[in-house]
T-cell receptor, first 111, second 117 residues
Framework: DAKTTQPTSMDCAEGRAANLPCNHS???????VYWYRQIHSQGPQYIIHGLKNNETNEMASLIITEDRKSSTLILPHATLRDTAVYYC????????????FGQGTELSVKP | NAGVTQTPKFQVLKTGQSMTLQCAQDMNHNSMYWYRQDPGMGLRLIYY???????DKGEVPNGYNVSRLNKREFSLRLESAAPSQTSVYFCASSRDGASMLGNQPQHFGDGTRLSIL
């Protein structure tokens, strides 16, 4: 079972920041939080990951709370092409460090 | 930048037929994975390979076999296809090796859409 809970869907206006929340209250101290997205039926696309510090790359920022029980993915200036299903994943240690995908958040970016 | 390449992209089989799904990565990654995705669901791990010459079962291995042919290639075989194996199959690779640090992202191919009649 997924170790994360996310809202089923969210809307965001084009050009505005999209803030996608995720709860992972049972995360262990050495487990990483990963974010992926999937557009239509393409392969999941890696966005960002972190352990306990906030992270930023060219796609997004990841804010992890101090107790590590929740995180937020921030897309700073959402575009129509960011419409996708976003998955927050806690990467577990067993089975080769598999990714356990939950239902994800369907983000719709609207003009 | 090819990344992870999967072939074929689409396939239709009849029940009982066999086939092999191919996956190759050009990133010199150590670990490779096979997932399946069913409608409205997230991906589930079928098999993985932490390094060349090793393979292990994931969550849903029944009905499948795998081969890590070399560091680049990881194939998935259906010996006797069943309608329940109709799915989209994704291959992924990661720089993580046997140490499984967990801090290297998995990169996915574009998938093979398999229908079994």
């Amino acid at each position: 079972d997924a170790k994360t809970t996310q809202p089923t869907s969210m809307d965001c206006a084009e050009g505005r920041a999209a803030n996608l929340p995720c709860n992972h209250s049972t995360i262990s101290g050495n487990e990483y939080v990963y974010w992926y997205r999937q557009i239509h039926s393409q392969g999941p696309q890696y966005i960002i990951h972190g352990l306990k510090n906030n992270e930023t790359n060219e796609m997004a920022s990841l804010i992890i709370t101090e107790d590590r029980k929740s995180s937020t993915l921030i897309l700073p200036h959402a575009t129509l092409r960011d419409t996708a299903v976003y998955y927050c994943i806690v990467r577990v240690w067993e089975q080769g460090g598999k990714l356990i995908f939950g239902q994800g958040t369907e983000l719709s970016v609207k003009p | 930048n090819a990344g992870v390449t999967q072939t074929p992209k689409f396939q239709v089989l009849k029940t009982g037929q066999s086939m092999t799904l191919q996956c190759a990565q050009d990133m010199n990654h150590n670990s490779m994975y096979w997932y399946r995705q069913d409608p409205g669901m997230g991906l589930r791990l079928i098999y993985y390979s932490a390094s060349e010459g090793t393979t292990d079962k994931g969550e849903v291995p029944n009905g499948y076999n795998v081969s890590r042919l070399n560091k680049r290639e990881f194939s998935l075989r259906l010996e006797s296809a069943a309608p329940s194996q109709t799915s989209v199959y994704f291959c992924a690779s990661s720089r993580d090796g046997a140490s499984m640090l967990g801090n290297q992202p998995q990169h996915f191919g574009d998938g093979t859409r398999l229908s079994i009649l």
